[in-house]
């Protein structure tokens, strides 16, 4: 059976008490925010329903929310934030391991902050901890083999702060430590990964959600994920027993999108082959028929306070 395609959103999200929301290619474009999901989310809050936006972000969900305000996503859109960097730092206290090697940004470094870690060489490590690469705009994950399998012959274990295999910035498709943990697993290492679409984030995001409900918990029946990626948003809500509502003018615009309405052939070919279907689709989360906004509608000069917003995964440089 087709995925419904839905030109209007608000009778769908009615449905449920918790939407789990991605954050970039849902909420965000990268650059700014998207007003009509901005507006959609804020009106299911008026009506009584909670917004947790989970996003794959290696930062603390602090600094992403400041991110949040500078891209103009509305304080009143969502009630909770969880990102990967929250998951890592639980991670790595699960873990134990207190010598760590760290694969990212120098602002990465925030989600080690407040623990009793301490950032090593190479040969000092017991635990790797990857964030994304230390530049993805130059390098390529296959650059850092050599190193990882170091790595995987001493047995290290990895942390995955980012699970995303890429993410769209601007015009480019640029890789993030997903794409590493990837290549360590098949290299015989063991990868934590930490976000969607596996269970930690989930149950950071279930936890915020009783709390953001005055702490009754969610009914996973009255939950839906709202996301734009097969592999995370989409997979994430079957391991949980979510529904889920798709977008595809995000990540698989290019597969989905033609000529800014989504069609419906593309859709069906990206989502071939899922046990699990979303239980409806949309070019872009909002009230209204829109065009769904191409990347060139609103192009970034170089040099500008927003460029310098895309070249990280949710933090100053990016």
């Not at 399998?149 to 910035?169: K, Q, S, T, Y």
């Amino acid at each position: 059976m087709a995925v419904k395609i839905l030109e209007t959103a608000g009778a769908l999200l009615a449905r449920y008490d918790v939407l789990i929301s991605d954050v970039w290619g849902v909420v965000h474009d990268g650059v700014w925010a998207l007003p009509p999901a901005c507006e959609a989310l804020t009106r299911y809050r008026e009506q009584g329903g909670a917004v947790v936006l989970l996003s794959n972000a290696p930062a603390p969900s602090e600094q992403v929310a400041d991110l949040l305000d500078k891209k103009r996503v509305p304080r009143d859109a969502w009630d909770r934030l969880i990102t990967s960097g929250d998951v890592t730092r639980s991670l790595i206290a699960e873990s134990h391991h207190r010598k760590i090697f760290h694969i990212g940004w120098q602002s990465d470094r925030a989600v080690f902050d407040r623990a009793d870690v301490e950032l090593v060489s190479e040969d000092e490590a017991d635990l790797v901890v990857a964030t994304e690469l230390n530049d993805y705009r130059t390098e390529q994950p296959e650059q850092y083999r050599p190193l990882l399998e170091r790595f995987a012959a001493r047995g290290l274990p990895f942390i995955c702060g980012n699970p995303d295999l890429v993410v769209h910035v601007g015009h480019d498709l640029l890789p993030c430590a997903g794409s590493l943990a990837l290549i360590y697993e098949e290299l015989g290492g063991r990868v934590a990964y930490a976000g969607k679409p596996y269970r930690p984030a989930y149950d950071l995001a279930l936890e915020a959600a009783r709390s953001a409900r005055g702490g009754h918990p969610a009914d996973p029946a009255k939950v839906l994920v709202i996301g734009d990626a097969v592999r995370t948003d989409l997979a994430g809500a079957r391991l949980m027993g979510f529904d889920s509502l798709f977008i595809a003018g995000g990540i698989h615009r290019d597969e989905t999108m033609r000529d800014g309405v989504l069609d419906p052939a593309g859709l069906e070919a990206v989502l071939a082959g899922l046990t699990v279907k979303p239980v409806a689709a949309m070019a872009a989360l909002g009230e209204g028929r829109r065009r769904h906004l191409q990347p060139t509608d609103h192009p970034v000069p170089e040099g500008t306070a927003a460029a310098a917003s895309l070249s990280h995964y949710g933090m100053p440089k990016r």
